[in-house]
């Protein structure tokens, strides 16, 4: 390792790799993960990098980026949308808001219409 690579200590890092769920340290150069593992296995690359402890008393996630809005993402595109905010589908599609309560009434009515079952609940 290199000076221009910063290992970041924390009280816990969760990996999401099943081979290595968890560890204490992770070394980053030019915005990538380069290793991932305790204070002694990044302390044998050479140079060692430059130890950052600002995350020491932290638990670490990768990969989560508003992730209270984005996880089930996918699964909701499967259902009519009557947000109030213009959004685009996972297909690219823009999708108009429904900017009142008329145009919800209006998108739940086709989509109860596209509906075979007439037991069936309508989820939007």
Known sequence: MSEDTAVFSARKIITMNPSRPLATHVAVRE?????????????????????????????????????????????????????AGDRRSPEGRLVEGARDIDAIVARLKQAEAEISDPNAPLFA
């Open 31 to 83: 915005g990538r993960i380069v290793a991932v593992g305790n204070e002694a296995e990044l302390a044998s690359f050479a140079g060692g990098g430059r130890l950052d402890d600002r995350f020491k008393d932290k638990v670490l996630l990768p990969g989560f980026v508003e992730g209270h809005s984005h996880v089930m993402e996918g699964t909701m595109w499967s259902l009519p949308y009557v947000g």
